[in-house]
């Protein structure tokens, strides 16, 4: 039997994503005999590119824009915390059967972790902007970590309404169009996060006035390009400990490689800058 492992992301389009270019580093970091492809599948061909997959021998697949929540109703079995997020962004493969999962949420946890040494969610207060798939995946990755409250603003309501009827813990929900309450609410927070695409590259910032964190609370943006966001400057300015987005790309993408190559690889420092650039 060949020890020859295939494994893709699929999406449309897909030639932006870093996936394969973290995958390769590790195959090869780890002397593994496989590949990893970006492969473009149009959402009307979606059913016949993932059979061709199968077909073809792939031991799985990540999932990217648009087929994140395609992929749910497609995969044979669903992961608990794939159900919850709505969304599968890593596929496995084996005797014909997907099996889908959703790992961003033990990215976001572990690039804390690897980035702060000794952060503990246990009984913190965290607040989290937006309310989309991102949102999901930490907010349910944190109550895994026993976090006591998760403050969750969002410009849409009813989509923050709707999250925490699904995840039926978020405590408190704050209407991000009121600026002058979201900036009150950041009073004993220890960990803020911006799960909105507010800060991209070609978007908006984001606006927020950090004065009223405590001075020992955790900023994170998982917007990742750029890497240095306006909310991380501004969290700076006010010496709070902040963790950049690139290392949830990172971390997401072990428990995948680990499904198909059976390690879990380390998150490096080469691996990140190289992902950086
Ligand atoms: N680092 C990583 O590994 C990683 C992983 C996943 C996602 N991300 C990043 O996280 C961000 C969110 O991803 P997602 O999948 O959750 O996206 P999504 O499902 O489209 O949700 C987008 C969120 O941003 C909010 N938003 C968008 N434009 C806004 C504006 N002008 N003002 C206020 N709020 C606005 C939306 O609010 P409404 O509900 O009001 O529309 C929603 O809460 C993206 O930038 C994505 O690249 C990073």
Known sequence: MSKFTKAAVIGHPVKHSKSPMIHQYWIEK??????????????????????????????????????????????????????????????????????????????????????????????????????????????????????????????????AEKLAEDIAFVSDIIVVEDWEKRSAVLEGIDLLVNATSLGMDGQHPLEIDLGALPETALVNDIVYSPLQTQLLKDAQARDLHTVTGIGMLLHQARPAFKSWFGLLPDVTDELTTMVSA
């Open 30 to 159: 780890y002397g593994f005999e496989g590949s990893y492809e970006a492969i473009d599948i149009a959402p009307e061909t979606l059913d016949d590119g993932i059979k061709k997959l199968v077909d073809d021998g792939y031991k799985g697949f990540n999932v990217t824009i648009p087929h994140k929540e395609s992929l749910m109703a497609i995969c044979d079995e669903i992961s608990h915390n794939a159900n919850v997020i709505g969304a599968v962004n890593t596929v496995t493969i084996e005797d014909g059967k997907l099996h889908g999962q959703n790992t961003d949420g033990f990215g976001f946890i572990h690039n804390i972790l690897q980035n702060t040494g000794n952060f503990e969610f246990k009984g913190k207060r965290a607040a989290i902007l937006g309310a989309g798939g991102a949102t999901r995946a930490i907010a349910s990755a944190l109550i895994g970590e026993e976090i006591e409250q998760i403050v969750l603003l969002n410009r849409t309501k009813e989509r």
